[in-house]
């Protein structure tokens, strides 16, 4: 019986019904950061769909004609327009078709759509893409 005084004062602050309604509301929207086509400016996704891929967001990868990619993982990107149809040829992610993304505004490529058995996502060329609120 001892102990039950100790769970009631943890608790306690979290009660919160004190504070006026949706306080907490406009932090959680200012963590929302963006993710921007550096070109253009359009909005392409934001970090609430980063995703971790083969247990890693970032990746680095080389194209068969050897150029060199810093590549980071997103869910969704809905920013993004697709162009051609998926292809497995060298494939950077194993058992995934890509197809070339194209940012939805100036259609600058940023990345690629990965789709296959597991769930789509989008590997876009971090030094193509702007982090960060609203510019
Ligand atoms: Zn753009």
């Known amino acids: ?75 969704q990107a809905p920013g993004m327009v697709n162009s051609g149809k998926p292809s497995t040829d060298f494939s950077w992610f194993s058992g995934y078709g890509w197809q070339a993304s194209l940012c939805g505004n100036c259609r600058r490529h940023l990345g690629w759509r990965f789709s296959g058995p597991q769930p789509t996502f989008f590997a876009l060329i971090t030094n193509r893409l702007l982090f960060g609120t609203a510019p």
């Open 1 to 75: 019986m001892q102990r039950r005084p100790l769970y009631c004062r943890i608790a306690l602050p979290s009660r919160g019904s004190n504070s006026a309604p949706g306080t907490h509301r406009p932090q959680a929207v200012r963590t929302r950061e963006g993710v921007y086509c550096n070109s253009c400016l359009h909005l392409i996704t934001s970090l609430e769909f980063k995703a971790v891929i083969n247990g890693q967001h970032q990746h680095t990868m080389f194209n068969p004609a050897g150029l060199l990619f810093e590549l980071c993982c997103f869910w």
